[in-house]
């Protein structure tokens, strides 16, 4: 019997000693629950002021970006290598350029210039000195944006001795070349409501009707990603009249209208729409879109080539993160409102270049690519040279990229 309750004694003695330490083992966990719990609370209050700050310090009302479809990589835009080979010429930004009868490239430059480059001795074209033929300032001129303090030449072309130049900061301008004489042909302000965003434009075969690109009637090139980010469809395709000066907004509602070509027969004008990832064929009479082409990267300019179809150049091509931005206009709103544009522009994929050739009819012939940036970065125009080569455009790069084509 004594040892019977000895026995209990010690069991209840055994619960105690386990109870005590359940309790003391609680204790101690306690205070560590309860600094998680405190840490993802003051967590969150930062997040969500953080979020709050920079939704609220945005300069954007960013809007729902729709019908942009997910183009795969295959078929006609299956990925090669055919535009990773060739050679650089070091210059800031070279966005377009067109060549000459004889062989002369001519350059616009993201520094406001517009150069020449000569041909080699031999007659190599882009191997010769680079002639200045602009200082890209032009004086008391009205402008879109005095924040970089001088031009930025989007769109070139060339009619005999006349170089067109649309400046997204001063608009279109027209240079005699042999005297290097510069003309302004439409100030930004002339249109109502004014020019922001001055871009690309092609010229009739007659001389006599020009159109182009207002890429936005809010944001000047100086505010580039708070244009994309915002979504908004401001652009305006317009119809300029040489002879009497008139103009008209032909077409509006575009989504960051952009590049800008002729047909063969004038009776459509090709426009694409940069952050639609499409590009439009309107008639050039109703001014209705009468065929639209979705692509796998952000299309810009369009140039002809010498068989007759139309090389248009495109990069940041579709994926997760651009997918998940466009499709949440809060998340544009937020990331604009709290980095810079340098930061943002930074976080596309430029090194994906693409050149589409399409012919009249909008069908994909074949898609040049340079999947890793071997040669080209930021790819904006193909413009193809008399030597079958083609001169790749660049909207950020330091370089204009000659690409050798095995054709």
């Not at 359940?22 to 997040?47: G, M």
Request: aromatic share 8%; with cysteine.
């Amino acid at each position: 019997m004594p040892e019977r309750n000895a026995r209990r004694r010690r069991g209840r003695e055994n619960e105690n000693n386990s109870e005590n330490e359940v309790t003391e083992r609680h204790l101690q966990e306690r205070p560590a629950n309860s600094s998680l719990i405190i840490s993802i609370l003051i967590t969150s209050i930062i997040f969500i002021a953080v979020c709050a700050y920079g939704h609220n310090n945005s300069p954007i009302n960013a809007v729902e970006i729709e019908n942009v479809v997910e183009v795969e990589l295959e078929g006609p835009f299956a990925v090669n290598e055919k535009l990773s080979h060739g050679k650089r010429i070091a210059m800031r930004a070279p966005e377009s350029c067109a060549e000459a009868d004889d062989k002369k490239l001519y350059v616009g430059l993201r520094d406001g210039r517009v150069v020449c480059i000569h041909p080699s001795n031999d007659g190599e074209i882009g191997a010769g000195k680079v002639e200045n033929i602009t200082t890209g300032v032009i004086e008391g001129a009205v402008n879109t944006s005095d924040a970089w303090g001088h031009g930025v030449p989007l769109g070139i072309r060339l009619r005999g001795q006349s170089l067109y130049v649309m400046d997204a900061i001063y608009g279109f301008y027209v240079i005699d070349l042999p005297t290097k004489s510069l003309k302004i042909l439409i100030e930004p302000d002339v249109v109502t409501p004014p020019m922001k965003f001055p871009n690309d434009f092609d010229i009739s075969a007659d001389e006599k009707t020009v159109y182009f690109t207002d890429s936005s009637e809010k944001y000047p090139i100086t505010e580039l990603m708070s244009e994309v980010l915002e979504g908004s469809c401001t652009s305006r395709l317009i119809k300029y009249d040489m002879l009497t000066q008139k103009l008209d907004v032909v077409k509006d509602g575009l989504c960051f209208g952009n590049g800008v070509q002729l047909i063969d027969d004038e009776s459509m004008v090709i426009v694409p729409e940069t952050t639609r990832y499409r590009v439009n064929w309107i008639d050039t009479k109703t001014w209705e879109i009468k065929h639209f082409l979705h692509l796998p990267a952000m299309p810009d300019n369009v140039r002809r080539n010498r068989r007759g179809n139309y090389w248009i150049g495109g990069t940041s091509k579709m994926s997760n993160f651009v997918s998940i931005i466009f499709r949440f206009p809060s998340l544009r709103q937020i990331l604009i409102g709290l980095f810079p544009s340098s930061i943002l522009l930074k976080a596309a994929d430029h090194k994906h270049c693409m050149l589409f050739e399409v012919d009249n009819a909008g069908e994909v012939i074949q898609t040049l690519h340079d999947p890793d940036g071997s040669l080209a970065h930021a790819l904006s125009q193909g413009t193809e040279l008399s030597d079958g080569r083609i001169a790749l455009g660049t909207y950020s790069a330091q370089f204009l990229a000659i690409a050798d084509i095995d054709w």
